[in-house]
């Protein structure tokens, strides 16, 4: 099993920033996916960024490229994820999630994630 514990959103105008947690416990080691989704009300939950260990190597979604950045701490098992220059768009619940890579799916798919955080809530207003 693996817990994870989201924090850090919060509300602020469009233009700013925020930075989410993700503190992982438990069997971490299995888990060699990692990634942020949102979801935003009525819609569905998307990815929007993860990383693989075998390869460090991060996905970002075409609405967050080069405004998001994913990072992990492994020595504290914490995995971040700053965002830069918000917009209205962005306003959703942002979640963390840890799975494992498929040779079909790789990291791409939700069905790869079998461990989710709570969610926390990020609204950016114009």
């Known amino acids: 099993e693996v817990e994870l514990v989201e924090s850090g959103g919060g509300s602020v105008q469009a233009g700013g920033s925020l930075r989410l947690s993700c503190a992982a416990s438990?069997?971490?080691?299995?888990?060699?996916?990692m990634a942020w989704y949102r979801q935003a009300p009525g819609k569905e939950r998307g990815r929007v960024t993860s990383?693989?260990?075998?390869?460090?190597?991060?996905y970002y979604s075409d609405s967050v490229k080069g405004r998001f950045t994913i990072s992990r701490d492994n020595a504290n098992n914490t995995m971040y994820l700053q965002m830069n220059h918000l917009k209205p768009e962005d306003t959703a619940m942002y979640y963390c999630?840890?799975?494992?890579?498929?040779?079909?799916?790789?990291?791409?798919?939700?069905?790869?994630?079998?461990?989710w955080g709570q969610g926390t809530q990020v609204t950016v207003s114009s």
């Open positions: 999630a840890a799975g494992s890579w498929t040779t079909v799916g790789g990291c791409r798919k939700i069905s790869n994630y079998n461990f």
């Open positions: 990383i693989f260990a075998g390869t460090g190597v991060p």
């Open positions: 438990g069997n971490t080691d299995s888990n060699n996916c």
